[in-house]
């Protein structure tokens, strides 16, 4: 069991928006399907082949908080795991994997927030942060979390 923190840009999603499609999920919607890629056999080399593929369908655009990593971690999501979803430094809810995920992606078209993975049907909403502690301007993207794994896990007790 793994705890996650999933950075929900408000400008493309939100977490009401992925919990109605029962999904988790990370943007960049131009990168194309990456089912061929699935599963990882090299984690370097996958997030090489990401990193340069953004930087390709994104006219050479470079971000530092390194998207060959981001999407990395989504493919990391197991049965079990617990997800934090925050927007911005605001704790909204805590998603559960309460079954073995698959990869998807979504319709770019409709949803920037297009690399997903599913089914994800058990949802905590909070409020007040839920007593949550998490960094002063929120995860970026996709990150483990360094806080009590015992004290996510109450929230589904």
Same mark, same amino acid.
């Given at each position: 069991?793994?705890? &996650?923190?999933? =950075?929900?840009?408000?400008?493309?999603? @939100?977490?009401?928006?992925?919990?109605?499609?029962?999904?988790?999920?990370?943007? &960049? @919607?131009?990168?194309?399907?990456? @089912?061929?890629?699935?599963?990882? *056999? /090299?984690?370097?080399?996958? !997030?090489?082949?990401?990193?340069?593929?953004?930087?390709?369908?994104?006219? +050479? &655009?470079?971000?530092? #908080?390194?998207?060959? #990593? %981001? %999407?990395?971690?989504?493919?990391?999501? @197991?049965?079990? +795991?617990?997800?934090?979803?925050?927007?911005?430094? /605001?704790? #909204?809810?805590? =998603?559960?994997?309460?079954?073995?995920?698959?990869?998807h992606?979504?319709?770019?078209?409709?949803?920037?927030? =297009?690399?997903? %993975?599913y089914?994800?049907?058990?949802?905590?909403?909070?409020?007040?942060?839920?007593?949550? *502690?998490?960094?002063?301007?929120g995860?970026?993207?996709?990150? !483990?979390?360094?806080? +009590?794994?015992?004290? %996510? =896990?109450?929230?589904?007790?």
């Open positions: 069991m793994a705890v &996650w923190l999933l =950075a929900i840009d408000r400008e493309y999603s @939100s977490y009401e928006e992925l919990k109605y499609r029962k999904v988790l999920g990370q943007g &960049w @919607s131009k990168i194309v399907d990456l @089912s061929p890629l699935l599963p990882v *056999k /090299s984690e370097q080399k996958f !997030r090489e082949v990401i990193t340069s593929y953004v930087s390709y369908v994104y006219d +050479d &655009w470079e971000d530092s #908080r390194d998207p060959g #990593r %981001i %999407i990395l971690n989504l493919t990391k999501f @197991s049965n079990g +795991d617990y997800v934090i979803c925050c927007e911005g430094e /605001s704790v #909204r809810g805590i =998603a559960k994997l309460t079954e073995p995920v698959k990869y992606y979504d319709n770019p078209k409709l949803y920037e927030y =297009a690399q997903v %993975i089914p994800v049907t058990a949802w905590v909403d909070l409020t007040e942060n839920g007593k949550i *502690k998490i960094k002063s301007m995860p970026v993207g996709i990150q !483990r979390y360094g806080g +009590d794994v015992e004290h %996510i =896990a109450s929230f589904f007790e």
